[in-house]
């Protein structure tokens, strides 16, 4: 029970946090530096998951995937299955739930990279692509890579609103968080300990990675 | 004939120029934050103009009457800001052809050796920004520039940080290297003998207006003392 939990929770997090890389790059560039009507609002939309209790999130994840509503319907004809208590339905709510540490860090990398890099970029002809892969991204490396490791971490320390979305169905949405709840009500304690000693070893690793990245200096890319 | 008619509120300034130029060396000078440099950011298309029109070799770059701004990656300029903007994770050689693929490197490889013997940054070449002095970096910053074989050339003070003796002969190659492209040069310049040795045209700026000088030994002589 307690491998096979870490590993969903191992896979949920590399499966949430590897969609989250694509989704939140394009999204941290607009809201870094996009000028439209509504700005204020995608970004509070955004940053909704850091203060909104993750029952409720999940509550209105699973009210959106309902096998009656559009997309639950749309899920169960292209897939034969139901999107809610699946492991897809978790990696969907985990992605809204993680949006905010991955799109943040970004942000925040994307605005401290110099202007004069960027307009260096425009009045040198390099397109979208080139100004993408060759200044913007080595010049935020470190916001990437934080933003990698949030989410990661965020993700395997999920709790509520893994429980509303997917329930906690063994070898399919039961993730470690779930199973330390059940073995301490279990009272099974040398395994309760176990577990929430791997837990604890990966959320101290990763946000090591993370500080000694900072302290590096990557997020603007100033040290050669 | 390119023209040149804006009118930029920049902060406190109210930028006015109006002038015209041919494939030429113009030298701008004025008193700190007379809005050179801000003249020269409405030409590479990094501001756009409150109201005006640009046109450059016969084509619009900027026409508020229409709302046509043409983008900064579209202009074809080269540019050397005071600040060289070198990105600091790539090798000088890196900074210079950043944007050019490697098929187009192979093509420009003449064209490479020719800008780096003739701004004399052979020996920089695999070193990094930090490891520039500012005079250096700001070589690298003109070799960038003009490897792209830019239409126009804005220069924002690029000899300040250069030692009296390869100012000099930068002035000089600079000057050969224009007449080979045939380029338009718009460089801001303190500096008497920058006008004196490279000027087809002088404009003098004072609180965001442009004065317009010929390139008559009588204008160059009453520059000197304006400058």
């Known amino acids: ?224 | 004939m390119n023209q040149l008619r804006v009118q930029h509120k920049v902060g406190d300034l109210c930028l006015h120029a109006h002038a015209s130029f041919d494939r030429e060396w113009v030298v701008i000078s004025g008193e700190n934050g007379a809005g050179k440099t801000s003249l020269l950011r409405l030409l590479a298309g990094l501001d756009a103009a409150d109201d005006g029109q640009i046109s450059i070799n016969g084509n619009v770059w900027l026409d508020t009457s229409s709302n046509f701004v043409l983008n900064p990656e579209n202009r074809h300029v080269g540019c050397v800001w005071a600040d060289s903007s070198l990105l600091p994770w790539l090798t000088a050689m890196a900074n210079i052809t950043l944007g050019v693929s490697r098929q187009g490197r192979i093509e420009k490889e003449a064209w490479l050796r020719e800008l780096v013997q003739g701004l004399e940054i052979e020996a920089l070449m695999q070193r990094r920004p930090h490891a520039l002095s500012s005079g250096e970096a700001q070589r690298v910053a003109l070799a960038r520039a003009l490897y792209a074989c830019p239409e126009m050339l804005l220069l924002d003070e690029p000899f300040s940080a250069q030692a009296p003796a390869i100012r000099s002969r930068l002035r000089d190659w600079l000057k050969g290297i224009r007449q080979q492209l045939q380029i338009s040069v718009l460089m801001v310049s303190h500096d008497a003998e920058d006008a004196r040795v490279l000027a087809d045209q002088h404009w003098y700026m004072r609180q965001g207006h442009l004065l317009v000088e010929a390139g008559t030994a009588a204008d160059k002589s009453r520059w000197k003392n304006m400058a």
Do not use: C
């Not at chain 1, 540490?101 to 004069?116: D, G, R, T």
């Not at chain 1, 425009?122 to 892969?133: G, V």
């Not at chain 1, 509520?160 to 073995?183: D, K, N, Q």
């Open chain 1, 1 to 224: 029970m307690m491998w096979e939990a870490l590993f969903i929770s191992l896979k949920l997090a590399t499966v949430t946090t590897a969609i989250l890389l694509v989704i939140a790059m394009p999204l941290a560039y607009l809201l870094a530096f996009g000028h439209f009507r509504g700005r204020t609002m995608l970004e509070t939309i955004v940053a909704l998951p850091l203060v909104l209790p993750p029952t409720v999130l999940g509550y209105f994840v699973l009210l959106l995937i309902a096998p009656d509503t559009w997309i639950g319907e749309s899920w169960q004809a292209w897939f034969d299955s139901t999107l809610a208590f699946s492991f897809s339905g978790m990696v969907t709510a985990s992605i809204l739930y993680s949006l905010p540490f991955a799109v943040q860090p970004m942000q925040h990398a994307l605005l401290a990279i110099p202007k004069n890099w960027l307009e260096m970029a425009h009045t040198q002809q390099l397109n979208l692509w080139q100004r993408a892969s060759r200044v913007i991204l080595p010049a935020a490396k470190g916001g990437v890579l934080a933003a990698v490791a949030l989410a990661f971490a965020h993700t395997m320390g999920e709790f509520g609103v893994v429980l509303m979305v997917g329930g906690s169905i063994p070898s399919e949405t039961r993730v470690a968080s779930i199973a330390l709840f059940e073995l301490v009500e279990m009272q099974q304690d040398s395994r309760a300990n176990q577990l929430a000693l791997v837990l604890l070893s990966v959320s101290f690793a990763v946000l090591t990675v993370v500080y000694a990245v900072n302290r590096r200096g990557l997020a603007v890319g100033v040290r050669p």
